[in-house]
C-alpha cells in the first residue's frame, strides 16, 4: 500500500511560481510512474503532467506545457511539479497519483492516489 502526501499548495498572483511536491511512502518507489492531476469544482479531474519511474519520460497536457515541468527524486521517494507563469484558471485541487510499471495518462489506470494540496491563482 502506498500512501502519497501532497504540499506546497497555496494562492498566488497570475504570473506567479508554486512548487508542488508529493511524498510517497509504504511501497516501492521506483516501481510506479508518477502522475499530477488537478480537479476544479464542476470539472472533471485531469492530467496535468506524468513521468516514467526513472524520469526520463514526461508527458504534458497542452494547457501546461512550457510552463509546468514534473521532475522526481528516486531518493527522497518524492514527485515534485513546478509551476511557472501561473493563470488564474489553473485554480484546482492538485493530485498525485502512482501507477504502477509504466506511465500513463488514462485516470483509471491510477492505482494509489493523495489527498490534493489546493492552488488559487488570482489575477
Known amino acids: 500500500q502506498v500512501q502519497l502526501v501532497e504540499s506546497g499548495g497555496g494562492s498566488v498572483q497570475a504570473g506567479g511560481s508554486l512548487r508542488l511536491s508529493c511524498a510517497a511512502s509504504?511501497?516501492?518507489?521506483?516501481?510506479?510512474?508518477m502522475g499530477w492531476f488537478r480537479q476544479a469544482p464542476g470539472k472533471e479531474r485531469e492530467l496535468v503532467a506524468a513521468?516514467?519511474?526513472?524520469?526520463?519520460?514526461?508527458y504534458y497536457a497542452d494547457s501546461v506545457k512550457g510552463r509546468f515541468t514534473i521532475s522526481r527524486d528516486n531518493a527522497k521517494n518524492t514527485v515534485y511539479l513546478q509551476m511557472n507563469s501561473l493563470k488564474p484558471e489553473d485554480t484546482s485541487l492538485y493530485y498525485c497519483a502512482a501507477a504502477i510499471s509504466r506511465m500513463r495518462r488514462n485516470i483509471a489506470e491510477y492505482d494509489y492516489w493523495g489527498q490534493g494540496t489546493p492552488v488559487t491563482v488570482s489575477s
Open positions: 509504504g511501497g516501492t518507489f521506483t516501481a510506479y510512474a
Open positions: 513521468i516514467s519511474r526513472g524520469g526520463s519520460g514526461t
